[in-house]
């Protein structure tokens, strides 16, 4: 908090929107504007065009801007490439479409992929390998690890019992089909899986960059809603 309180964007009936995720595994997001957007197959409201946009602003200020977004709701599809010389959507991208097929991950279909962090970071380290601009930049990574469905390698599931049978492997949407309290306890040990390798990668980045010679001129920011 840093004693700043923070702006309500929008407000909800926080128990009421809980227990429709856990009754049919609604996927919700919220937008700058006050939009809401249900689950994949709706519209998705767009990023206020009035926003005090922090790339465009760091832009006009003579950084190198470039963003590499793992999910559909950050992409040029809601506005969110405002601002950015490089925006790199890679749940549409091929290469990463066919990386996450090579895994058993493409639950989205051909044209539409969930990347992991590990898809992100290294699209992102290739980037700034390649780049020769003298000016600083401004690199912005999205990932959605922590988000159904539990794509993570099973070596961070340490926390699954080993003897479930039932019917949450992480796979599509587990919510919708939680039945009991084991079947709970599973999605809550996925959940955690996914928290540990999110801060695996993190922690990988962050050496990537120290092995670059750029970290201790960079103010690495890390931020989320879980």
């Keep these: 908090r840093c004693g700043v309180e923070p702006e309500i964007l929008v407000e ?46 760091l832009r006009a200020a003579g950084y190198e801007t470039a963003a590499f977004s793992a999910m559909i709701q950050v992409s040029s599809l809601t506005g969110f ?28 279909g051909a044209d539409y992929c969930l990347p992991l962090s590990e898809d992100v970071h290294e699209r992102a380290l290739r980037w700034l390998d390649l780049r020769r601009d003298a000016r ?7 990932s959605i690890d922590t988000h159904e469905p539990f794509r993570q390698p099973p070596r961070c599931n340490l926390d699954c019992d080993p003897a479930y049978r039932g019917p949450i492997d992480g796979r599509g949407r587990p919510f919708r089909r939680v039945r009991d309290a084991r079947d ?37 920011v890390v931020t989320g809603d879980h």
């Design 12 to 57: 909800v009936d926080e128990e009421k929107l809980v227990r429709r995720m856990v009754s049919d595994g609604a996927d919700t997001t919220f937008f700058p504007n006050g939009g809401v957007a249900l689950d994949y197959g709706q519209a998705f409201a767009s990023l206020a065009t009035d926003l005090r946009w922090l790339p465009s602003r």
């Design 136 to 142: 600083p930049f401004f690199l912005f990574l999205w």
């Design 184 to 220: 709970r306890r599973q999605v809550i040990d996925l959940y955690d899986g996914s928290l540990r390798y999110q801060d695996e990668q993190l922690g990988r980045l962050v050496e990537a960059l120290r092995a670059r010679g750029v970290l201790d001129d960079t103010l690495l």
């Design 81 to 108: 490439e405002r601002g950015f010389d490089t925006f790199g959507e890679l749940f549409r991208d091929p290469e990463v479409a066919a990386r996450c097929s090579e895994r058993g991950q493409a639950e989205r």
